[in-house]
């Protein structure tokens, strides 16, 4: 099946910094989605985002599916942005699964 | 509703008792799946509805798991004769149609003691 990889699987950040998360993916896709799990355990939608460049506030996604990555830069972090980030990818062929990679651990100290 | 409903949030319950977990989609959504979350760890896909079908099963980790839907609507995920190693997070997620955007409830936390 398709493997996904995340990294970096840990990231220490202080407030205010900047980051790149990256999410690899070993197949086609006609689906990529981010999410935040926040420390309650809430999975928190941030891009749904198969091609092209999404922005929303201090966050950004590319997905080249082409080359078969996406990106997703945080500016200005904040501590509020602390948790993991998962990237979930789902192959073409109708209503398949969404395969989730293993995250990035995010901590942003003031 | 305007998100997707799990319940119990928390559940506690005694090895090898039976328990059901319940989820209900955004309204409107034919697709639910039910995924796993193990402290620390990645989502592990259990089970997949399109409408009241289940046209893939392939997650679920044994014949103590099993899940129906009715009426295109609610989905209740049973666990039979509860193990330690089912103590996990359990998530529900519902889309529209194909090619959207999946959406998460916030899961049912399971302990077994």
């Known amino acids: 099946g398709i493997q996904v990889e995340q990294s970096p699987p840990d990231l220490i950040l202080q407030e205010g910094a900047n980051s790149t998360l990256r999410c690899n993916f070993s197949d086609s896709v006609n689906n990529l989605q981010w999410f935040h799990q926040n420390p309650w355990g809430q999975l928190i939608n941030l891009f749904y985002i198969p091609s092209g460049t999404k922005q929303n506030g201090r966050l950004s996604a590319t997905t080249v599916a082409t080359e078969r990555y996406s990106l997703l830069y945080i500016s200005s972090s904040q501590t509020t942005d602390s948790g993991v980030y998962f990237c979930?990818?789902?192959?073409?062929?109708?209503?398949?699964?969404?395969?989730f990679g293993a995250g990035t651990r995010l901590a942003v100290h003031p | 509703g305007a998100g997707v409903s799990q319940s119990p949030s928390n559940k506690v319950t005694e090895k090898g008792k039976d328990v059901e977990l319940r989820c209900d989609p955004i309204?409107?959504?034919?697709?639910l799946y039910w995924y796993r979350q193990s402290l620390g760890q990645g989502l592990e896909f259990l089970i997949y509805?399109?409408?009241?079908?289940?046209?893939?099963k392939s997650g679920l980790p044994s014949d103590r798991f099993s899940a129906e839907r009715t009426g295109g609507s609610v989905s209740t995920l049973t666990i039979q004769r509860t193990q330690q190693e089912d103590s996990a997070v359990y998530l529900c997620a519902t889309r529209r149609e194909a090619n959207t955007e999946a959406f998460f409830g916030q899961g049912t936390r399971l302990t077994v003691v």
């Open positions: 979930a990818v789902e192959r073409p062929g109708g209503y398949n699964k969404l395969i």
């Open positions: 509805f399109q409408g009241n079908s289940a046209p893939d």
């Open positions: 309204s409107g959504h034919t697709a």
